[in-house]
């Protein structure tokens, strides 16, 4: 059974740090893109970051761009999401996916693997 677990969710200020983890586990996700994207209450799932397989190319949306950083360690399956400055408007539930039939994804759709979420409350 494949799963993606996420954690490092919780409570911060503004301003502050988060680091996101997604542990992979049931499949080798090494050779695909991974992925984090949010979704606030009352509004559609966006995408922020992915990651290709090798960890060389990364791809921001313009609104975390400068301020999050996606990494992957493939030896442990896993993938994060180190956030900083964060704002208000940061406030999500924040989740990781994987793609497994599209090389440079970044749309909902293009990812089959989804987990459960984690939440992120940013205070000002």
């Known amino acids: 059974q494949v799963q993606l677990v996420e954690s490092g969710g919780g409570l911060v200020q503004a301003g502050g740090s988060r680091r996101l983890s997604c542990a992979a586990s049931?499949?080798?996700?090494?050779?695909?893109?991974m992925g984090w994207f949010r979704q606030a209450p009352g509004k559609e799932r966006e995408f922020v970051a992915t990651?290709?397989?090798?960890?060389?190319?990364?791809y921001y949306a313009d609104s975390v761009r400068g301020r999050f950083t996606i990494s992957r360690d493939n030896a442990k399956n896993t993938v994060y999401l180190q956030m900083s400055s964060l704002k208000p408007e940061d406030t999500a539930v924040y989740y990781c996916?994987?793609?497994?039939?599209?090389?440079?994804?970044?749309?909902?759709?293009?990812?089959?693997?989804w987990g459960q979420g984690t939440q992120v409350t940013v205070s000002s």
């Open positions: 996916a994987a793609a497994t039939q599209y090389y440079n994804p970044r749309h909902v759709y293009e990812f089959d693997y």
């Open positions: 049931g499949r080798t996700f090494s050779s695909y893109p």
């Open positions: 990651i290709k397989w090798s960890g060389g190319g990364t």
